[in-house]
């Protein structure tokens, strides 16, 4: 019964995004029934988060049948970037992007182990620009989780991308009493330092001594693969 629970809470909350594609709603609304956040990482893994802004929502969620119904200009993704993160309630994971600010190009696809193939720009996104310049930008090809075990889903692995890409924000823990065990695998520059074997729980994603943040969501969308 409570995984029928979870796995109903699930599917709720995945047809919340599945509306911002066609809900003719105002901005306003969009952003605070869908993406409540955007979560800016740097290649230090340091964060930010800020507020959903219409230039970056507009690259998102463009659709010709939405309230985005302006097709953004084509941007070329060249020189650094930093990774972007779109969060919905309890923390659950929006398909990520990145952000180049020499060509204020967006890009957003579930796959980050490859240079994006679509980008855009619509407008000045000035929280994101501000958030920029704060941190470090990544160069070259990321580290991502390339596989997951005993399951996953694209939801899962961007959630787990991003607890990981904010080390600076884990500290030293116990294992949580109930935490769902999984084996990893990651590639990129910083393959070797991921850890290959993590649990998660209600309380955030363990691996060897460290707790890092996560939103609730995590814990539903784990139970869904387990």
């Given at each position: 019964m409570r995984r029928t629970y979870y796995r109903r809470r699930l599917m709720k909350l995945r047809a919340v995004f599945?509306?911002?594609v066609v809900a003719a709603v105002a901005p306003s609304d969009v952003a605070a029934k869908g993406v409540a956040a955007l979560v800016v990482v740097g290649s230090d893994e340091r964060s930010i988060k800020i507020e959903p802004e219409r230039p970056v929502?507009?690259?998102m969620l463009y659709?010709?049948?939405s309230v985005y119904d302006v097709k953004p200009a084509p941007a070329p993704p060249r020189g650094d970037y930093l990774k972007i993160y779109p969060l919905g309630p309890g923390g659950f994971p929006a398909i990520?992007?990145?952000?180049y600010p020499t060509t204020r190009a967006l890009c957003f696809s579930w796959n980050q182990a490859v240079v994006p193939s679509s980008c855009g720009r619509l407008g000045r996104?000035?929280?994101l620009l501000a958030a920029s310049r704060r941190l470090a930008a990544f160069h070259g090809h990321p580290t991502v989780l390339a596989t997951l075990r005993p399951g996953s889903t694209e939801n899962l692995v961007a959630a787990l991308q991003l607890a990981f890409d904010r080390y600076r924000e884990s500290r030293s823990a116990g294992r949580p009493?109930?935490?769902l065990a999984f084996v990893t695998g990651w590639v990129g520059a910083q393959a070797a330092q991921r850890l290959p074997h993590i649990c998660i729980s209600r309380r955030g994603v363990y691996a060897r001594g460290r707790l890092y943040p996560a939103g609730r969501a995590i814990w539903r969308l784990a139970l869904d693969v387990f």
């Amino acid at each position: 019964m409570r995984r029928t629970y979870y796995r109903r809470r699930l599917m709720k909350l995945r047809a919340v995004f599945a509306s911002l594609v066609v809900a003719a709603v105002a901005p306003s609304d969009v952003a605070a029934k869908g993406v409540a956040a955007l979560v800016v990482v740097g290649s230090d893994e340091r964060s930010i988060k800020i507020e959903p802004e219409r230039p970056v929502l507009s690259v998102m969620l463009y659709h010709p049948a939405s309230v985005y119904d302006v097709k953004p200009a084509p941007a070329p993704p060249r020189g650094d970037y930093l990774k972007i993160y779109p969060l919905g309630p309890g923390g659950f994971p929006a398909i990520p992007g990145r952000f180049y600010p020499t060509t204020r190009a967006l890009c957003f696809s579930w796959n980050q182990a490859v240079v994006p193939s679509s980008c855009g720009r619509l407008g000045r996104p000035r929280r994101l620009l501000a958030a920029s310049r704060r941190l470090a930008a990544f160069h070259g090809h990321p580290t991502v989780l390339a596989t997951l075990r005993p399951g996953s889903t694209e939801n899962l692995v961007a959630a787990l991308q991003l607890a990981f890409d904010r080390y600076r924000e884990s500290r030293s823990a116990g294992r949580p009493a109930r935490c769902l065990a999984f084996v990893t695998g990651w590639v990129g520059a910083q393959a070797a330092q991921r850890l290959p074997h993590i649990c998660i729980s209600r309380r955030g994603v363990y691996a060897r001594g460290r707790l890092y943040p996560a939103g609730r969501a995590i814990w539903r969308l784990a139970l869904d693969v387990f």
